[in-house]
Each structure stands twice: as structure tokens, then as C-alpha cells.
């Protein structure tokens, strides 16, 4: 199972593009690279789910380079709303194997 | 936007007391998940089933048990409930290829 290690918290203004880097040295041939957001009181919501490249979406983009030990959420022009805890997980479907949310990344989008 | 139901959304219930939190999904997947989430904390996986008559314990220690006898259902009971578990519980659900998961809105529940 990869690990992922990511920021603890980072924090932007609104209107500003905020990119969120995930390292997942040992991750596997048939590993997907997934992204959640967390709200308070609230369950994780899938945001974007990508293999290699790039992969954008109504809400963010991912961006994973050719290696894929890495990978960066993008979240452009940030908006109070954005504050979240923001996830990086990183499995296949190998039944198993269960996915570590980890503490994630707190964003705290400012005024 | 996923179909995946849980309730109570809220509980609050004495020490020694039977409960049952219920979650149910619509979207005919496999694969179901309970975590047990506290305020601010990360995400503990605490039980987790690939589908009918199938129940595995989590990363978690819990006293907590499931069952899985509908694809769509997969309840958690508390024999004996404890302030121990004053916790919120999510649960989840995913399609296979690939494992994206998709969360109920959860149970806050609190144990006098």
C-alpha cells in the first residue's frame, strides 16, 4: 500500500490558484491517484481521480508527472468556501487493500 | 451526486444502551465502509465489506459489529454503548474500477 505524505496545512487568499502536492514514492503500476475534500461535521467528497497526466474537472485539476511518485491538486481562484481538509489517497482495486486517509491537508482560504 | 443514506444524523443515548446506526446506498456497489471520525482527527477505518455475507474488521479496534445481508444495507450496532464511543461514524460505499468512495452524511453519536 503507498504511503502518501502531504502538507499538514496551507493556507491562500481568495482568487488565488492553490496547488497542493502529494509524494507517493512507492506507489504501484496499478495505482490510481484519488483526491477528497472534508468539510466539518461533513463525510469526504471525491473530487478527482487520475493514472497519469493530466486530469481537469468542473472543480479542480491533477497534475502527475511521468514518474507518478508525486502528484498536485490544483484549485483555481479559491474562494472562502474552498476552506477544507483536502485528502490524497493513492490504491487500486486489489481487494484487500483499504486506504489510509492519513490527516490530510487543512486549507484556510483568507479574505 | 451519490445516493448513500445514513441514520440518525444525530444520537444521543445512555451508557449501556443497544444501538443500531443504519446505512443504506442505492447505487447497487460492492464495496461498503464504516470510519469513525473525531472532531479536527483524521478518518479511522473501523469496518469494511466486499459485499453480501462479507465483514472485515478495520485498522481500528472497535467494539462495534456489522452485518451484510442486502447489497444496499449494512447496519453497525453497539451492543453496550460507552462514552468511549461519543464519536461521528461515516459510512461509505465504492465502485470497483477504480475505488472511489462515496460518503454518507453521517452519525454524530453521543454517549452519556
Known amino acids: 500500500l503507498a504511503k502518501t505524505t502531504q502538507p499538514i496545512s496551507m493556507d491562500s487568499y481568495e482568487g488565488q490558484e492553490v496547488n497542493i502536492t502529494c509524494s507517493h514514492n512507492?506507489?504501484?503500476?496499478?495505482?490510481?491517484i484519488t483526491w477528497y475534500q472534508q468539510f466539518p461535521s461533513q463525510g469526504p467528497r471525491f473530487i478527482i481521480q487520475?493514472?497519469?497526466t493530466k486530469v481537469t474537472n468542473e472543480v479542480a485539476s491533477l497534475f502527475i508527472p511521468a514518474d507518478r511518485k508525486s502528484s498536485t491538486l490544483s484549485l483555481p481562484r479559491v474562494s472562502l468556501s474552498d476552506t477544507a481538509v483536502y485528502y490524497c489517497?493513492?490504491?487500486?482495486?486489489?481487494?484487500?487493500?483499504?486506504?489510509?486517509f492519513g490527516p490530510g491537508t487543512r486549507l484556510s482560504v483568507l479574505p | 451526486e451519490a445516493d448513500i443514506y445514513q441514520t440518525p444524523r444525530y444520537l444521543v443515548i445512555g451508557t449501556g444502551k443497544k444501538i443500531t446506526l443504519e446505512c443504506s446506498q442505492t447505487m447497487g456497489h460492492d464495496k461498503m465502509y464504516w470510519y469513525q471520525q473525531d472532531p479536527g482527527m483524521e478518518l479511522h477505518l473501523i469496518h469494511y465489506?466486499?459485499?453480501?455475507?462479507?465483514?472485515e474488521k478495520g485498522d481500528l479496534s472497535s467494539e462495534s459489529t456489522v452485518s451484510r445481508i442486502r447489497t444496499e444495507h449494512f447496519p453497525l450496532t453497539l451492543e453496550s454503548a460507552r462514552p468511549s464511543h461519543t464519536s461521528q461514524y461515516l459510512c461509505a460505499s465504492s465502485e470497483r474500477l477504480p475505488d472511489t468512495q462515496y460518503f454518507g452524511p453521517g452519525t454524530r453519536l453521543t454517549v452519556l
Open positions: 465489506s466486499y459485499g453480501v455475507n462479507s465483514t
Open positions: 512507492n506507489i504501484a503500476t496499478n495505482d490510481y
Open positions: 489517497l493513492v490504491g487500486d482495486d486489489n481487494y484487500g487493500q483499504n486506504f489510509v
Open positions: 487520475g493514472y497519469k
